[in-house]
């Protein structure tokens, strides 16, 4: 699985970004994708998770009821909507995905990551 994730940009406190991550080599709804964050100086941090099916989700507390993760199987694209962003969102994002339906929290349990893309929020 080869991931490509997208939509990072500067943008100032108290507003959205949309990222997005496209996969491809297999059969999408097969896989648990998640967003991971890391920002400078920091470790790596789950931000979200969802399952195969789309039918579970998982949030990082910092993060809960700020952003919201989705896939469309369809499209081979899971997403992460950010609202009401801030400061401390500020940080290099991750797609990740791993085989099977259950969306782990773990940075261990997925096996395929993206490049990465740059979010900065300004104060």
């Known amino acids: 699985v080869q991931l490509q994730a997208s939509g990072g940009g500067l943008v100032q406190a108290g507003g959205s970004l949309r990222l997005s991550c496209a996969a491809s080599?297999?059969?999408?709804?097969?896989?648990?994708m998640g967003w991971f964050r890391q920002a400078p100086g920091k470790e790596r941090e789950f931000v979200a998770s969802?399952?195969?099916?789309?039918?579970?989700?998982y949030y990082a507390d910092s993060v809960k009821g700020r952003f919201t993760i989705s896939k469309d199987n369809a499209k081979n694209t899971v997403y992460l909507q950010m609202n009401s962003l801030k400061p401390e969102d500020t940080a290099v994002y991750y797609c990740?995905?791993?085989?099977?339906?259950?969306?782990?929290?773990?940075?261990?349990?997925?096996?395929?990551w993206g490049q990465g893309t740059q979010v900065t929020v300004s104060s």
């Open positions: 990740t995905a791993r085989e099977g339906n259950y969306a782990y929290t773990g940075a261990d349990e997925y096996y395929y």
């Open positions: 080599g297999r059969t999408f709804s097969y896989y648990a």
């Open positions: 969802i399952s195969g099916s789309t039918i579970s989700t």
